[in-house]
């Protein structure tokens, strides 16, 4: 079946960086269009930046423009967030997502305090 499995999240300082990868399993990652969510508490789910299925089309929310950046490597089936110049405002659960087929990963948190 279908598997999303986010990591690298964690406690960072502001200005730092994190990594996040999402390992997927269970379909043909190379034909797909893959994206990064975020949730942060109270708010609704926001849609943070988005990739084509051979990367070669990005878009990111204007919010994380300039400060975030998505790839993926086909190879590993595999989707990273690189993240930096992290704010408090980018504190949120991550999550990876499988566009066209509406499967969600579990998430992993990102929290972005002194």
């Known amino acids: 079946q279908v598997q999303l499995v986010e990591s690298g999240g964690g406690l960072v300082q502001p200005g730092g960086s994190l990594k996040l990868s999402c390992a997927a399993s269970?379909?043909?990652?190379?034909?797909?269009?893959m994206s990064w969510y975020r949730q942060a508490p109270g708010k609704e789910r926001e849609l943070v930046a988005i990739i084509s299925a051979r990367g070669g089309g990005l878009d990111y929310a204007g919010s994380v423009k300039g400060r975030f950046s998505i790839s993926r490597d086909n190879d590993k089936s595999t989707l990273y967030l690189q993240m930096n110049s992290l704010q408090p405002e980018d504190t949120a659960v991550y999550y990876c997502?499988?566009?066209?087929?509406?499967?969600w990963g579990q998430g992993t948190q990102v929290t972005v305090s002194s």
């Open positions: 269970g379909f043909t990652f190379s034909t797909y269009t």
């Open positions: 997502k499988l566009e066209s087929r509406g499967i």
